[in-house]
């Protein structure tokens, strides 16, 4: 026996559930074909966040006057804010490998297949320095993630010149003075948020009739109000017929309300969707259980193959990196026999285009749905102090509670730094409180976050500032 | 070293009041002695310790309220004979649900704690997350009862599903269609929102008695289908036979009320028509073995019930000395527990007050209660002649779960012939 356990792919996902394996005690070893850290840390969470604080920089220069300040000249080098975001991504990185070591985890670069082993798969890796190892371990757990969903058929497939995915719009040479999104998701989003912030001229086509659809329809209405501000344009609810490439970039034909429309872009970014990793490694022969490209696991990431887990993307939404992470940890602590409490802790969700969106928990809609007959409250910060001074006096916070046990169901906010404030209502959600615990809770003066105050306060009739 | 732990004087206490301390720490207890005095919603008791030790420490000062059961009060050092104090044998005689038995039934040594849950120590801090407090309480689940599946056992909201509706209210959680009802709770809107402005009435604290009063009749009326049955008596022969035993008991410091004497009647109808005498229960009806009637006694404050224990078996007079001992005591609220829990029926007479007639709210888990009117002059028809007499109204609430209609009335008209003929009372006695 090799390990006690092999993560395959270091990811939020795998390198957590290693070093958490490695607290435990077992002897653990990681498996990564490209990068540690995985795309989060290289090619989706952190490098955009980068991307999109200078994004929000440049665009607030636009606005110094308001503040009482000038400017003499603006500008940006596109090539020097990309190396920015790169550089910060290979900081993590490295931040990574430190851990694996710290923990004595035993990374091996190479991709992973499985073959039937004893108890567990076996591991075979193709080295990428050449040649391969064959490991045995008491548990594997596939931590492979997911990538960007395309459509080859409507020419939605990308090229890494004319068509991106999230990949390719990391890190372009030059910024593309047009630009067409397809999907409304919070990828593509935060690119459409990011490229304005640059003066790109930006559509963005969204499939369902609003766009962020798994936001609260309110929050995507004010989201779409807020972007149109911005000069972003929409196309809601599109569906995309075709995409052609010319010489001067890309031409998308659309369907909207019946009517066909084509736009013109130098580029177009695919957001539609995730797809799992879940191609050659081997799962069919096992046995594995996989449903549109998702493995098929239990409450602890078990997949039916004895010793075979999967936590994260390639386990199924909510694809988000913190979901993963979360899920491993969950997933080793049941392997080491920590009997983990089986309560299913809520996932916040987070957009960080201008202004910021975050959630967690139920809809209104969805409580509706539910019947759990919702008492929802709101607070807009255009009437809170610290936003009125800070000059982000756009959007509002939404409480929904449900109506029989007042238990705390649900929390959606749009506006400045609300991605930093989603977690008070998360850990109230997490704790199981209610609208007393809320309402007894003392919110600090003057922060944005008394917003989230008065929202759980208006859901019961008390709010105080309106 | 060993914690003196709240006593639990009642199966349903889960608070109490600590009254007064009799010993300070660095005193010497032996067993037997009393240690101090705790009171609840319904009375003050002593605390007796069990066995000999040094108190070491008091933890909960005196006048401290709402000290909850098992909380730790004082500390004693020992051999490891010193047991915690053990409250004076309040016995869970009738009581409405298998509540663990208080410290009585304990070994000394043994704290009280609820059964169902040994994992946690008697006095620990119960972990629950807020939304599982509420439906805990929504749903009437003791928590006590419930193993957490949350971090360090915490309990959280999914481990209330299916936990078994609590010991306070057993009977909607048998009956699915009144669960929906009882579980929602009641949403009271505050006096501002109906219109009555802070400022323009004093709020009085609602104290133990009144919260116990306003969950039980609150519980009773709204769980239980309950239906009246009136009835006009003639009491001449009961006033006159009430003058003769009191002449015959000049000298004794005891007199009969008119109210003793009904009580009397009513013991004597149960055994008649022993069909009244029981309580509904989710595994079957309760046939009581004895009258034990409980008599309201208005109070400061509020109300209780002091029980007749047996009283088929007891003369008049033993029931007129006990009425009057009690009811002294329910007003200094120096009753024992066994003396105001159980009972297997009530009596409630608001006669002198004029009130010609009412009904009143059960008292669980008993299957009838009832109401006493005022004794007067009034007009009866005698075959077709007009004659007065002195008349009184009852009426009898009864469980429609457990007495029907039928059994109702057949337990009125047995009393009827006893209060209208007392003597009978004497041939037809248990």
């Known amino acids: 026996m090799d390990f006690d356990v092999i993560v395959i792919g270091a990811g939020p996902g795998g390198y957590v559930t290693a070093i958490r394996a490695s607290q435990l005690g077992l002897k653990a070893a990681i498996v990564e074909r490209e990068a540690l850290g995985g795309i989060c840390l290289n090619w989706g969470c952190i490098p955009t966040k980068a991307l999109l604080k200078s994004g929000e920089v440049y665009e607030q220069l636009d606005h110094l006057a308001d503040y009482g300040l000038s400017v003499e000249k603006r500008g940006f080098d596109f090539s020097k804010v990309i190396e920015r975001s790169r550089k910060v991504a290979t900081q993590l990185s490295g931040g990574v490998a430190f851990l694996m070591k710290k923990h004595k985890i035993e990374v091996i670069e190479g991709a992973a297949k499985l073959e039937k082993g004893q108890g567990a798969p076996k591991v075979v890796v193709a080295l990428k320095a050449g040649g391969s190892r064959t490991l045995q371990a008491k548990h594997v757990i596939l931590a492979t993630g997911a990538r960007a969903r395309t459509f080859p058929d409507t020419g939605l497939e990308p090229d890494g010149e004319r068509v991106w995915t999230y990949r390719e719009a990391l890190a372009p040479k030059t910024a593309p003075k047009s630009l067409i999104v397809i999907g409304s998701g919070a990828i593509g989003i935060e690119f459409a948020s990011f490229y304005r912030a640059l003066g790109a001229d930006v559509t963005v086509i969204e499939m369902l009739p609003r766009i962020l659809p798994v936001e609260d329809e309110e929050v995507s209405k004010a989201a779409h109000k807020a972007f149109e501000k911005r000069g972003i344009k929409f196309r809601v609810p599109a569906n995309v017929k075709k995409l052609t490439k010319s010489k001067a970039g890309v031409s998308v034909e659309i369907e909207v309300g019946g009517k066909a429309e084509t736009i013109e872009a130098e580029v177009a970014i695919v957001a539609v969707g995730i797809v799992g990793n879940v191609e050659n490694l081997g799962l069919e022969a096992l046995g594995v259980k996989v449903d549109r490209t998702h493995v098929v696991t239990d409450d602890h990431g078990g997949t039916g193959i004895p010793g075979l887990y999967a936590i994260g993307d390639v386990a199924g939404p909510p694809w988000l990196a913190h979901k993963a992470s979360h899920e491993g940890v969950h997933c080793i602590e049941h392997i080491a026999g920590l009997k983990p409490p089986g309560v299913k802790s809520p996932i916040p969700g987070c957009t960080y285009a201008h202004p910021q969106i975050a959630s967690v928990g139920l809809t209104e809609a969805q409580a509706k749905e539910q019947g759990r007959e919702p008492k929802v409250g709101r607070f807009p910060f255009k009437v809170n102090g610290k936003a009125i001074a800070s000059g982000e006096t756009e959007g509002f916070v939404k409480t929904v509670f449900d109506g029989k046990t007042g238990a705390l169901i649900g929390a959606h906010m749009i506006g400045a730094e609300v991605t930093e404030m989603i977690q008070g209502y998360v850990l109230a959600m997490t704790l199981e409180a209610t609208e007393a615990e809320l309402h007894a809770t003392v919110f600090p003066h003057p922060t944005m976050s008394e917003a989230m105050h008065e929202a759980s306060l208006d859901a019961y009739g008390q709010v105080i500032h309106i | ?430």
Request: aromatic share 2%; net charge neutral.
């Open chain 2, 1 to 430: 070293m060993t914690d003196i732990l709240m006593p639990a004087l009642s199966p349903t206490m889960e608070e109490g009041t600590l009254a007064k301390w009799h010993v300070k720490a660095g005193d010497t207890v032996k067993s037997g002695d009393v240690i101090a005095e705790i009171e609840t919603d319904k009375a003050t008791m002593e605390v007796e310790a069990v066995d000999e030790g040094v108190v070491t420490e008091i933890l909960v000062a005196e006048g401290a309220e709402g000290v909850k059961v098992n909380t730790p009060i004082a500390r004693l050092a020992g051999d490891d004979a010193v047991a915690p104090p053990k409250a004076e044998a309040p016995k869970a005689a009738a009581a409405p649900a298998p509540a663990p038995a208080p410290a009585a039934a304990a070994p000394p040594a043994a704290r009280p704690a609820p059964v169902e849950a040994p994992a946690r120590p008697a006095g620990a801090r119960l972990f629950a997350s807020p939304l599982a407090r509420r439906l805990a309480q929504q749903k009437g689940v003791d928590l006590s009862a419930v193993k957490g599946s949350g971090p360090h056992g915490r309990i959280v909201a999914a481990d209330i599903d299916g936990a078994p509706a609590g010991q306070a209210r057993p009977a909607p959680a048998a009956s699915p269609a009144s669960a929906p009802a009882a579980a929602a709770p009641r949403q009271v809107q505050s006096l501002e929102q109906m219109g009555i402005p802070a400022g323009s009435y004093d709020l009085i604290p609602l104290d133990g008695m009144r919260k116990t009063v306003a969950r039980r009749m609150t519980d009773s009326f709204r769980d239980i289908p309950h239906f009246p049955l009136t009835m006009d008596l003639e009491i001449d022969n009961l006033l006159a036979a009430r003058g003769k035993i009191n002449d015959a008991l000049s000298g004794s410091g005891v007199r009969a009320s008119v109210n003793d004497l009904v009580m009397k009647a009513a013991a004597i109808a149960l055994k008649r028509v022993p069909e009244a005498n029981a309580s509904y229960t989710p595994e079957g009806l309760a046939m009581h073995h004895h009258a034990d009637i409980a008599m309201a006694v208005a109070v400061p404050g509020g109300l209780i019930t002091p029980i007749i224990r047996q009283a088929e078996l007891k003369s008049i007079s033993q029931i007129a000395t006990e009425a009057k001992d009690l009811a002294e005591r329910a007003r200094t609220k120096k009753l024992k527990p066994e003396e105001f829990q159980g009972g297997t029926f009530s009596v409630s007479n608001l006669g002198m007050f004029g009130i010609k007639s009412f009904g009143s709210i059960l008292n669980e888990p008993q299957g009838c209660i009832l109401s006493v009117g005022a004794g007067e002059k009034r007009p009866v028809v005698r075959g077709d002649r007009l004659e007065i007499a002195n008349v009184m109204s009852v009426t009898l609430t009864c469980d429609h779960r457990v007495v029907d209609g039928a059994t109702g009335a057949k337990w009125l008209q047995a009393f009827k012939l006893l209060v209208e003929d007392p003597i009978k009372m004497l041939v037809l006695g248990a």
